[in-house]
């Protein structure tokens, strides 16, 4: 019975991620971190919390006990930007910088072989036009002033230059 509600994909939550209940952490994703809470007992010090993390793996919990679960993480991360914090005294928030943040990529699990959630029902953020990479906002520009110069009837940018070709050639003989 366990085996069979651990291996269905929960839904994710609306900051694209979801809870791991065996290990008693949830975590958000967007196209850049993932960002992990762990609850720890009211009261704990940084000093005593242990949280190391390299490319591609996680160990979290208290100095000189087992860790409350480590584990080789879904994905590489970058190692240099990742960092953490205890909030409050009772929760510690890991974040971890994704390598592949220039391509949309989206996590089913922080660790490998924790709970997973379903990638099919994520929801990502709507993208401004200037987020995106230097290539693609021209090609988006000019879609969308193609978009708009069809709904008013007006020739498109690739029927503006190919009018302005003509008139710089001349009409052709015949014409």
């Keep these: 019975f366990f085996f069979a509600w651990f291996m269905q994909k929960q ?4 900051e694209n991620g979801g ?3 065996r290990y008693g952490y949830t975590w958000t994703q967007n196209d850049d971190e993932v960002t992990i809470q762990v609850p720890v007992p009211e009261g704990t010090s940084a000093k005593s919390i242990s949280v190391v993390f390299d490319v591609h793996t996680l160990s979290v919990g208290l100095k000189n006990a087992e860790p409350f679960f ?5 994905r590489p991360v970058r190692e240099d930007e990742c960092t953490w914090s205890l909030e409050g005294k ?9 390598v592949n943040s220039k391509h949309e990529e989206w996590w089913p ?16 953020p709507p993208k401004h036009v200037n987020d995106l990479d230097e290539g693609a906002i021209p090609v988006i520009q000019k879609m969308m002033f193609d978009q708009q110069q069809k709904r008013q009837g007006l020739p498109t940018s690739d029927e503006l230059m190919y009018e302005e070709a003509i008139k710089k050639a001349g009409k052709p003989p015949g014409f």
Excluded: R, T, W
């Excluded at 480590?70 to 879904?74: E, F, P, R, V």
């Excluded at 699990?109 to 990502?124: F, N, R, S």
């Design 11 to 14: 839904a994710p939550n609306e």
């Design 19 to 21: 809870m791991e209940e």
């Design 70 to 74: 480590k584990g080789k993480l879904y």
């Design 90 to 98: 009772s929760v510690i928030a890991i974040y971890l910088q994704k």
């Design 109 to 124: 699990c922080v660790i490998e072989g924790h709970q997973e959630i379903d990638l099919k029902a994520i929801k990502p």
